[in-house]
């Protein structure tokens, strides 16, 4: 895989992973549905869960491609506005747009 397509891969995997929190009602997407409804703490937990993993596969990614380079706390502040930003249209279609009925 070039680099650019792992750039993309990890970007289409951060757009998915930051959506499903807000897109299932099972606990860790895998878990029990949670009656009556998730909360939205255990949405945001899951949320940073998925940031972790995601970086996860992104360092593995970079490091098939040469050494990784070291990264600062402006490195992870960064990419976790970023990550938050692209879960934006599930919460937006979770709270806002999507009626209860």
């Known amino acids: ?16 992973a930051a959506n499903l929190p807000f897109l299932s ?14 909360a939205l703490f255990v ?6 869960a998925l940031y972790f993993v995601v970086g996860g596969c992104a360092m593995l990614l970079e490091r098939r ?7 600062g706390w402006e490195f992870y502040a960064i990419t976790g506005t970023l990550f938050v ?4 249209p599930g919460f937006i279609y979770r709270y806002l747009v ?3 009925g």
């Open 43 to 48: 949405r945001l937990l899951e949320l940073v």
């Open 1 to 16: 895989m070039s680099q650019t397509g792992a750039i993309w891969l990890v970007i289409f995997a951060a757009l998915v």
């Open 85 to 88: 930003t692209l879960a934006f």
């Open 98 to 100: 999507r009626r209860r």
């Open 65 to 71: 491609a040469g050494q990784n380079a070291p990264q």
């Open 25 to 38: 009602q099972r606990l860790a997407l895998v878990g029990p549905v949670a009656k009556p409804h998730k």
